[in-house]
């Protein structure tokens, strides 16, 4: 993955769009704090996702749905 710069402003609702394998999942994982950046650094809602305690504070407030939840029909 190249780098990223990203800067979203508060109140506002955001996609964020691109194609297959394109990085989107994998970015929006890092800045929850579910994966770990191999470089650089980022912060939401002033936390650093870096920060443990700090990543499951942002994940608390901000609504996260995977493509991949499974579902049954019965």
Do not use: C, H
């Amino acid at each position: 993955m190249r780098a990223v710069n990203l800067r979203i402003q508060s109140n506002r609702i955001t996609a964020f769009l691109g194609l297959n394998g394109a990085g989107k999942s994998t970015t929006i994982k890092m800045l929850l704090g579910m994966l770990q950046p191999t470089a650089g650094e980022g912060t939401v809602l002033g936390a650093s996702i870096d920060n443990t305690a700090a990543s499951i504070a942002i994940r608390r407030k901000i609504a996260y749905v995977s493509e991949n939840n499974a579902s049954t029909t019965t």
